[in-house]
């Protein structure tokens, strides 16, 4: 039984997503933390999903404090049918039902070739960034409010390939076509579903991956000049499950800073 829902100090709602339940997954770090905070910050009650670095789980709690909405955090292992299950249930229990998912958990491929790849990251990166999610939305599809949101978090390098990214393009790739079939398939209850692919985003994953001396060049590719930054997608993100974003499904908007 997942402990009752906690608010702390009653506040009153504001902003466009008061009163609205979502679910976003690895919300502790990077653009997942980027998306908590705008979305609480937009009235939202927001449950998010952390691995094992409950710290800064709570660093997210914490700046989420004072914000109009409100925000919890899960423990969960992204990968496998039954951890998602587990997941949209718990989210669902402390929040009295969801409007919202955002799958924004992913991981890299290792920056390896083809040739180099194993079955075992293989099956590692497409568990948790295309199977995870599938069934974190077929629990939404099945349980989510009428008129809610899905919003998947993807990449431009499913529009920009390059060498060693074969794992991490095409398990984002596929959940960008899992967007775009659950659009048609949930349309008649009024839920849209759309990707975010973010660009250059100034994230430990960008950094670990690229390494530091790439940075300035990456940069330079936007025609703004800088990297983005996790409130920057977490902008977009907040467009697309507001009731502005109500006429937009089946889409993949590139919050890439112009790079693609």
């Known amino acids: 039984m997942a402990a009752p829902f906690k608010r702390g100090k009653r506040r009153r709602p504001a902003g466009r997503l008061a009163g609205k339940a979502a679910l976003v997954t690895g919300g502790s770090r990077g653009i997942g933390r980027g998306i908590v905070e705008r979305l609480v910050a937009e009235g939202a009650t927001v449950v998010f999903s952390y691995n094992e670095n409950r710290a800064a789980a709570d660093d997210v709690l914490a700046a989420c404090g004072e914000l109009p909405g409100a925000a919890d955090a899960v423990q969960s292992e992204a990968g496998g049918v039954a951890s998602a299950e587990a997941l949209f249930a718990a989210a669902e229990e402390r929040l009295g039902g969801l409007d919202v998912l955002v799958n924004n958990v992913g991981i890299g491929g290792g920056m390896k070739t083809i040739s180099e790849t194993s079955e075992e990251l293989y099956d590692r990166v497409m568990d948790v960034n295309a199977k995870w999610p599938f069934f974190l939305m077929r629990e939404a599809a099945r349980r989510l409010r009428d008129g809610g949101r899905i919003v998947n978090v993807s990449t431009i390098n499913t529009a920009m390939p390059s060498t060693a990214i074969s794992l991490y393009a095409g398990s984002k790739g596929a959940i960008e076509q899992f967007a ?78 112009g790079v693609v």
Do not use: C, K, Y
């Open 180 to 257: 775009a079939v659950a659009a048609h398939e949930l349309g008649e209850r009024g839920i849209t579903v759309n990707s975010v692919s973010p660009g250059f985003t100034d994230t430990d994953l960008l950094r670990g991956s690229a390494g530091e001396d790439a940075l300035p060049h990456l940069a330079a590719q936007s025609p703004l000049g800088r990297l983005g930054e996790p409130p920057d997608v977490a902008a977009v993100v907040a467009f697309l499950v507001s009731e502005d974003g109500r006429w937009m499904t089946g889409q993949n908007l590139r919050a890439s800073g």
